[in-house]
């Protein structure tokens, strides 16, 4: 009964923070945004009972733009 409830929080804060990655002016503000949208859609894919896909989202696409703007 949870699932579909963190399904939908989930999917809006994606869309939240894609948004918010298109509308940031600075660069960095983008870059956490993009990071914020990459975790939420981690959080989906757990949420489907797909773990290796999330925990891959997480290491190398939110590591890799944490690295790129270090």
Do not use: D, E, K
């Not at 960095?28 to 989202?57: P, R």
């Amino acid at each position: 009964m949870l699932a579909p409830v963190l399904f939908f929080l989930f999917a809006a804060v994606a869309i939240a923070a894609s948004i918010g990655t298109l509308l940031a002016r600075n660069p960095v503000n983008s870059a956490l945004s993009l990071i914020v949208n990459l975790l939420a859609v981690a959080s989906l894919y757990l949420t489907l009972n797909a773990a290796f896909i999330g925990i891959v989202q997480v290491l190398v696409y939110a590591g890799a733009i944490m690295v790129l703007f270090l």
